[in-house]
């Protein structure tokens, strides 16, 4: 990205720099990036839920969602996600409210009980190793953390992770049992997988009899452009490749409706789904199937997804132009930065100079504007190169996000040039 | 319970028996009394429930309900609880759906992580064991057969666990790590801990240092007479007795408001509460605030519980009468059976002649009335006595509920005197 400058060039560059850096300080701002949570004007689209489902309490097969049971969750919710997710509808479960927890719990049920196709318990087990694509997600990597699953990092590419080190990993190595991948508009770098990716990934030859895909499909409606990008169904991809069982598909309506207040899904082949049910039996007796009928009142259908997922756009779109504007006019040519202009999700993607990500978040809060921890993207919070910034528009107004985008903009020039200066 | 019957006396009530139960396999019932679940009329009590919170979405602190955070629950749903389930507000979390869910995340976390005072995760001891007073709730004992948790059985007396059993094994194994308790018209056997039973367990030396007690204190609310039963307070006896991390407690309103649709809470030491929520901190990015809000606005303050309480006593109260009234005419003076006479909960306890319990449940079965199964009561199933019958009057209408208890009657008098005439 460098650009040769001579050397009266750049000092005035860094002079202009500290002068806008000084500026932006003094200008007491108080403005935060950090995490990918709806705006209140986006949870304003579902504010019909806030009093569903009113005087009804049965769902269409004619349970009472008020009492217990319904373990794998309400149909008709059900069918209205299959589609969305790529999951039948008899292989999806409607759960809680968080599919983060849904992908937490799967990983204890893999350490305390046997995977279908497992030899033993995974906690049984000298060590585990998840691969991980680079830049990814944080909570992913704080799982791992937490139950000491080795995280291996695997670079991403443009069409996913790049699949012939994901190949070579998992043929010569039997502790390796799963891969996080968010494969539509990934968490940060808005990547999609590619349809050669999703077969390479189902075909794929692993040492692990038990290896698991942990498909987060956070972003499955989540688009931002007129031209939604559909991915190749994986599920069915792993049982025409013979591996039916590799595939955990993750996604909820947390970014759709109501971020916690939402419904989590997990679907999988029916062997996973009957061993994901068996452990719920004991954990539960029933999701809050209210909440489900809700939901369903509320979404009607697939197209009342889409429908709504385009109202989303409306509110989410020009924020993430702003982004893409502000870095353009601030950034562009000056060979500091490149941005991911992503076609979904939730986040822009920042790279800077190799040795800058962190010192240009600890200037962006010095100046009042909070930044994701540069090296989140990575396991252990490590990026080797210290190189990107995870960029989450949706939640502040578009005043505010132009001025902290403006303002993340001067601190990149800023430790752009001090660096380049030496 | 048995009476000395001449051959003569005994052949005629066995003849009677055997043609009442013929009249009643006739008569082609179809009747469950399996499960304590709510009625749908005490359902409808909540039925304002189904319309919250309307156009509300932020909590008394000012918090967007519909957007991630908050892990430690909406405090003024806290707040309602604290006095109800005796936790302070500051050391109590409003979760999800479930309580059972809590219980098996603690035993979950217990095992992954290092409790407080633990020297080591539970997964790497050779042997974990839990006390189970019985007769218990088949539930927990559930939860220890599926993570290899050993279940030592310890009687039950009228005033709680027979503390000298619980002291003795407590005191003597270091593997012994955890006892269940459902202190307050314990499940299915209506008994109140005495207080000082309760500051026995408070008191008491364990080889374990990270002992816990698993309080699952569901029926904390749910009186059946005027004159509610109030327990001590476990957590401020541990911590008076300088084991302040030894009680986990565990409540919710699945009884109280929507069974799978409440919420449930978990109370403990502050260092308790911190290591929980650090783990679930990890696992998701708040509970369902929503769900808190919404209960918080229908059930107001404690004084809104006991009231809502009082009317599900109405519900409620005249089917235990029935059931009591019932035994009482069919059973009673026939020295073929016992039950409780519960002062609040959820269940009757019916202890049939040694040996007979299955054969009870069988018959009955075989005449349409569904009972939980015998020795459900029993870690592993096991009722070594094969006595115990749990009776759960709470779903069936009155009239239906009627019926199976006089079925009931009905098959103990058979099985009882077919056993006495050999």
Known sequence: MTTELSADALNGLLERARKDYQDLAGRGLSLNLTR???????????????????????AADGTDVRNYGGLEGLLELREIFAGVLQVPVGQLLAAGNSSLELMHDSLVHALLSV????????????????LCPIPGYDRHFALCERFGIEMIPVPMTAEGPDMA?????VAEDPAVKGIWCVPKYSNPDGVCYSDETVARLAAMNTAAPDFRIFWDNAYAAHHLTDEPVE???????????GNPDRAFVFGSTSKITAAGAGVAFFGSSPANVKWLLANNAKRSIGPDKVNQL??????????????????????????????????EAELGGTGLARWTDPKGGYFVTLE????????????????GIVLTPAGATHPYGDDPRDATIRIAPSYPGLEELEQAIEGLAVCVRLVGYEQQAG
Do not use: N, Y
Request: glycine letters at 6%; aromatic letters at 4%.
């Open 36 to 58: 990918g949570k709806p705006a209140p004007e986006q949870l304003d689209l579902s504010e019909e839920l806030l009093s569903l489902p009113a005087g009804r309490h049965t």
């Open 115 to 130: 995977l279908p196709g497992a030899e033993s318990r995974w906690v049984e087990q000298e060590r585990i190793a998840f």
């Open 165 to 169: 080190v994901v190949e070579r990993l």
């Open 231 to 241: 991915i190749a169904d994986l599920l069915a991809a792993c049982a025409d490749a």
């Open 294 to 327: 809700r939901h369903a009142m509320f979404l009607r259908d697939a197209d009342g997804v889409r429908t709504h997922m385009e109202r989303q756009r409306a509110l989410l779109g020009p924020k993430f132009e702003a982004v893409a504007r502000i870095l």
């Open 352 to 367: 800077v100079p190799d040795g800058c990500a962190k010192e240009v978040v600890r200037r962006a809060a010095e100046a």
